[in-house]
């Protein structure tokens, strides 16, 4: 059975850090691509970061220079490291694993910004 879960989420002043975490279980995590999604109030869930299972990444252009997603296969885990917060990154953040036609999601963490 697949399980990923996201730690990290809070609540954080704008301009400042959070790091979250999805730990990945049930599957081959090292072939997998690993992606974090987010969906604020009353909006559709957007793709923030993606990194692929040889470790290339692509970011969303409002994630461009303030986030950074990056993954360790040994400990089955993906990262997501978001610096300059903005009250707009508030949003619950899911992490999602796919490989061909199999896609797996989190159960999401919760972001807020907010001074």
């Known amino acids: 059975q697949v399980h990923l879960v996201e730690s990290g989420g809070g609540l954080v002043q704008p301009g400042g850090s959070l790091r979250l975490s999805c730990a990945a279980s049930?599957?081959?995590?090292?072939?997998?691509?690993m992606d974090w999604y987010r969906q604020a109030p009353g909006k559709q869930r957007e793709l923030v970061a993606r990194?692929?299972?040889?470790?290339?990444?692509e970011y969303a252009d409002s994630a461009k220079g303030r986030f950074t997603i990056s993954r360790d296969n040994a400990k089955n885990t993906v990262y997501l490291q978001m610096n300059s917060l903005r009250p707009e990154d508030t949003a619950v953040y899911y992490c999602?694993?796919?490989?061909?036609?199999?896609?797996?999601w989190g159960q999401g963490t919760q972001v807020t910004v907010s001074s």
């Open positions: 049930g599957i081959i995590f090292r072939l997998h691509a």
């Open positions: 999602n694993a796919g490989l061909f036609s199999s896609d797996y």
């Open positions: 990194i692929t299972g040889g470790g290339t990444t």
